[in-house]
């Protein structure tokens, strides 16, 4: 098995590591920097669950190698609050309970955000789009929705 020195910067802290050249991204976001907001779900890139900012655009960390990671910076969930604050969109989905058992929830917020940094005022149809690649098995997504909706009212105002 061969191993490669990696730098990645991870929600602002620079990370060091030697890897395999075989270790996920997922895994060594998990393992490696024990950030486990980041969830494991199809590891085939379905379902959204593991998605992370990778220089600014949303990826499913389960299909990228730690090592293609090299050099880049990396916003995970728990990126998204600041000095102890949730972020606007965390709020929301709080506020319209857009989450039951939250398994899906840190990929819907990171490719919430990302849309929200790239299109602040969203349309409905905008926001559907932007989280197809993220899947819920309990919400019925009405509430994601909503949350998304209402982040986008309150980060203008």
């Known amino acids: ?15 060091e590591s030697t890897v395999s050249t075989k270790l996920l ?3 060594f976001i998990r393992e490696n920097i024990n950030m486990t907001g980041t969830k494991w779900g199809c590891l085939t890139g379905d379902c959204g669950a593991c ?6 655009i949303p990826v499913n960390s389960c299909i990228i190698l730690a090592v293609d990671a090299d050099d880049s910076e ?3 969930v728990e990126g998204l609050a600041k000095d102890g604050q949730l972020s606007q969109i ?3 989905f709080i506020e319209k309970g857009a989450a039951q058992c939250g398994y899906c929830t840190p990929g ?4 919430s955000k990302y849309l929200l ?3 602040p005022n969203p ?9 197809a690649g993220n899947l819920c098995r309990c919400t019925g997504y009405n509430k994601i929705i909503d949350a998304v909706i209402d982040a986008s009212k309150k980060r203008s105002s």
């Open 1 to 15: 098995m061969k191993n490669k020195k990696i730098n990645i910067t991870i929600n602002g802290q620079k990370h």
């Open 123 to 131: 349309t409905e149809d905008e926001i559907r789009y932007q989280l």
């Open 90 to 92: 965390q709020k929301s």
């Open 74 to 76: 990396i916003l995970t």
């Open 51 to 56: 998605t992370i900012l990778l220089n600014g």
């Open 25 to 27: 991204l997922l895994d």
């Open 108 to 111: 819907f917020l990171i490719s």
């Open 117 to 119: 940094d790239k299109k």
